[in-house]
């Protein structure tokens, strides 16, 4: 019952930054944790960055302290400012959100990381 749409990806040269946005629509009350995972080629699914309705954050290690994760409730939108882009960040990143209790995701959105 709820739609995630991500923007915000694309190019960018090592060391720059992006933000992206996800905006969730639909029957939005059920939605607690929202947060952003990413999948390489070749490479597991992984959890990036979550954020509970409280603003609790959680992150990988390997973005702490270049990525941050914040929420605005009343757009219901949720927002990854990705800092020191590194050459392994390249993915398509996902917005999620846990939706009584289970996780959905958004189509995604490309992030590219080259010079």
């Known amino acids: 019952q709820v739609q995630l749409v991500e923007s915000g990806g694309g190019l960018v040269q090592p060391g720059g930054s992006l933000r992206l946005s996800c905006a969730a629509s639909?029957?939005?009350?059920?939605?607690?944790?929202m947060g952003w995972y990413r999948q390489a080629p070749g490479k597991q699914r992984e959890l990036v960055a979550t954020?509970?309705?409280?603003?609790?954050?959680n992150f990988a290690d390997s973005v702490k302290g270049r990525f941050t994760i914040s929420r605005d409730n009343a757009k219901n939108t949720v927002y990854l400012q990705m800092n020191s882009l590194k050459p392994e960040d390249p993915a398509v990143y996902s917005c999620?959100?846990?939706?009584?209790?289970?996780?959905?995701w958004g189509k995604g959105t490309l992030v590219t990381v080259s010079t």
């Open positions: 999620t959100s846990v939706y009584h209790g289970l996780p959905l």
């Open positions: 639909g029957n939005i009350l059920g939605i607690t944790t």
């Open positions: 954020i509970t309705s409280g603003g609790r954050t």
